[in-house]
Nanobody
Framework: QVQLVESGGGVVQAGGSLRLSCAASGIPFRIYAMRWYRQAPGKQRELVAA???????NYGDSVKGRFTISRDNTKNTVYLQMNSLKAEDTAVYYC?????????WGQGTQVTVSA
């Protein structure tokens, strides 16, 4: 059974930091590309950051320079370090594991940034 379990969300003031974690089980984690998406109320889900199996990263334009994605294959975990948080970063953050043709999602963790 595949599970992606996110943690680390919460409420933080603007300018603060949070680190999200996503622990994966039931998949050969090291060969999967891992992604973080977010969805704010009334908006479409958007890609925040991605990391390939080889460790290459890319980011959404709105978070470049503020967020960092990383992975620890020994712990089957992907992280999202979020710095200089803004009110517009408020959303539910979802972890995604992509290894074609399979595609798995976590349940999401709420991040709320107060102005």
């Amino acid at each position: 059974q595949v599970q992606l379990v996110e943690s680390g969300g919460g409420v933080v003031q603007a300018g603060g930091s949070l680190r999200l974690s996503c622990a994966a089980s039931g998949i050969p984690f090291r060969i999967y590309a891992m992604r973080w998406y977010r969805q704010a109320p009334g908006k479409q889900r958007e890609l925040v950051a991605a990391i390939t199996a080889a460790g290459s990263t890319n980011y959404g334009d709105s978070v470049k320079g503020r967020f960092t994605i990383s992975r620890d294959n020994t712990k089957n975990t992907v992280y999202l370090q979020m710095n200089s948080l803004k009110a517009e970063d408020t959303a539910v953050y979802y972890c995604n594991a992509w290894g074609p043709p399979t595609n798995y999602w976590g349940q999401g963790t709420q991040v709320t940034v107060s102005a």
